[in-house]
């Protein structure tokens, strides 16, 4: 086990904060293992390839990212990044957007905003929005996918990769996770601020009915055998 990792599962195991404001708690949570949070996370944040190629951003486009941390999204755009007309990657913690700044700081076309997923509005009507693994981390989850919809142009596409528990009776050609899952997961990263929501996808789903949906399970590091479930929805609004 790196130096790194250990840090990171030291972090983990005490847990985020209860006390202050979410901003707070991010940084007092973050701060310490933000040099080695890519890392770390590589092995566990699945499906953010999969999210970027499907969002598929053209040139000239403009681009918001609601709980960017690092940007580290970003890297799987490729060569296409250079392209766009703006991206635009908001987060309220610090620490990770001092990591994001130093990703960034060569790239002309993207700005690294301290701001509020639920509040932040770009000063123009947008493209393209995505949130990769930071739903679950917005107390007010609604509030911050009602303002994204607001800020997208007419068609413009929504993205969301992130952690979940379905419905215990979910619709018909959809996952169904057993009493024991939905039970384990929310307690399992709660403890660190991350709340995976049964009702997170039935709400995008009917706020953004022309989508497209995968669901899947991932590996977690350390411990062998044990896969978290996660889903990855693009959809287009309007």
Same mark, same amino acid.
């Given at each position: ?27 007092? *949570? ?9 890392? *770390? ?142 039970? *384990? ?47 990855? *929805? ?5």
């Amino acid at each position: 086990m790196s130096r790194g990792d250990a840090l990171v599962l030291l972090r983990l195991l005490r847990g985020q904060p209860r006390r202050g404001s979410l901003a707070e708690r991010l940084q007092a *949570f973050y701060g310490p293992q933000a040099a080695y949070y890519d890392a *770390f996370r590589e092995r566990l944040l699945r499906g953010r390839a999969e999210l970027m190629e499907r969002l598929a951003p053209q040139p000239g486009e403009w681009v918001v990212e609601l709980g960017a941390g690092t940007g580290r999204n970003l890297d799987f755009l490729g060569e296409r990044l250079a392209t766009l007309g703006g991206v635009e990657l908001v987060d309220l913690c610090p620490a990770l957007l001092e990591q994001a700044r130093l990703r960034t700081r060569e790239l002309a076309n993207v700005r690294v905003i301290e701001g509020d997923a639920v509040t932040y509005r770009p000063e123009r009507p947008i493209d393209c929005v995505y949130c990769s693994y930071s739903l679950t981390m917005i107390p007010d989850w609604a509030g911050a996918l009602a303002n994204a919809l607001a800020m997208l142009k007419p068609g413009g596409r929504l993205g969301v990769v992130d952690f979940y528990v379905s419905e215990q009776a979910p619709p018909s050609g959809l996952a169904r996770h057993g009493r024991l899952a939905r039970w *384990f997961w929310p307690r399992w990263f709660g403890h660190d601020g991350v709340h995976p929501n049964p009702a997170h996808l039935p709400t995008l789903r009917r706020l953004v009915p022309d989508h497209r949906l995968s669901e899947h399970l991932a590996p977690v590091p350390y411990l062998p055998g044990l896969r978290v479930p996660y889903y990855c *929805f693009v959809g287009r609004h309007g």
